[in-house]
């Protein structure tokens, strides 16, 4: 059985929400793919070189990565000698079976959240400037007191306009504490206090926003750095997590952010905002082949409630479901 046919057939039937989440939030990027990928299966009649060279083309416009669209489709031209294919509308089931695969071979994938063993667990949330840190912050915190746990945030990110007081309206409006000092001000010494708050009243995970200008990466390398020191001072093992929250609409420029952040600092794992806004969902693909740092996250609208573990076989499922004809 084709891995996309199993895929199909563990998900067809549950109709869960999240499900219906990723179908939704993945509808301009798998409009875009699948009908691509149709189109060019009907106006050829065979598969020759000429059909390849398009099929690449198709991966590199969905923001797929040259080094792995190269790897994907040489794995394809096996799959067809192998099983001696040579008509186009054969070959959708393999495209997609080989995505999946080679996402999945020799990959860390987790979506767990790395948490304290006793005590608080601190997660830095960093990213550039309207990347969607704060909503996601938000989000984040959403889904933890969903859980049932106790959550603290701190602005962080004292340096762009608006920023603290965009992050304590979201905190208000969700009920949870947020730590804050002045626009201006040293970003560390935010941290520490939240952290004493934290503590104090037993928080058991407290989020720091932090600064986005990768611009000036010199002074943004000393602050993150100067922060892991004011947090691993009081707990040694902290931060627990640091999220790179990356807009997916960005495409290949958001790549470029994750590998300079992850020059920067310690990144953990990644969420991807915005999904539901581009036509070029294979940015998942290219950032597990340039970084392969889990994709922890992925924001698939715009409601608090629209933060979803990334799935691969949801993904995969939410971007190719066109394909098998359904």
Not at 4 to 17: H, W
Not at 113 to 133: H, P, Q, S
Request: contains cysteine.
């Amino acid at each position: 059985m084709g891995i996309f046919k199993r895929i199909k057939d563990s998900l067809v039937g549950q109709s869960t929400k999240q499900s219906e989440k990723y179908v939704a939030g993945l509808d301009k990027s798998r409009s875009s793919f699948s009908s691509k990928i149709n189109e060019l299966a009907a106006r050829y009649r065979e598969l020759d070189e000429d059909y390849f060279e398009e099929l690449e083309n198709i991966l590199i416009m969905s923001d797929v990565g040259v080094s792995m669209v190269m790897t994907i489709v040489d794995e394809i031209k096996k799959e067809v000698r192998l099983q001696g294919i040579v008509d186009p509308k054969e070959i959708n089931d393999i495209i997609v079976d080989k995505m999946f695969v080679i996402y999945a071979n020799e990959s860390y994938m987790t979506t767990k959240i790395n948490e304290a063993k006793e005590g608080l667990t601190v997660i830095l949330m960093v990213g550039v400037n309207g990347a969607g840190k704060t909503t996601t912050i938000a989000k984040l915190s959403n889904k933890l007191k969903q859980e049932g746990k106790s959550v603290m945030v701190a602005a962080g990110d004292t340096f762009r306009a608006g920023a603290i007081d965009q992050l304590a309206t979201w905190a208000s409006r969700l009920d949870i504490p947020c730590v804050k000092g002045k626009e201006g001000g040293d970003p560390s010494a935010v941290v520490f206090d939240a952290i004493e708050q934290a503590m104090a009243s037993e928080v058991d995970v407290l989020i720091c926003d932090t600064a986005g200008r990768l611009q000036n990466k010199v002074n943004l390398m000393n602050e993150l750095e100067k922060m892991n020191r004011i947090i691993q001072r009081t707990i040694p093992e902290g931060p627990h997590e640091t999220l790179l929250v990356i807009d997916a609409t960005t495409g290949q420029n958001g790549v470029s952010q994750a590998k300079e952040f992850s020059k920067i600092t310690d990144v953990t794992g990644l969420v991807l905002t915005k999904m539901d806004g581009t036509a070029k969902g294979g940015i998942v693909l290219s950032i597990k082949d340039e970084l392969n740092i889990p994709v922890k996250f992925i924001g698939l609208g715009e409601s608090l409630d629209d933060l979803e573990e990334f799935d691969l076989e949801q993904y995969i499922y939410g971007l190719c479901q066109n394909l098998m004809g359904e």
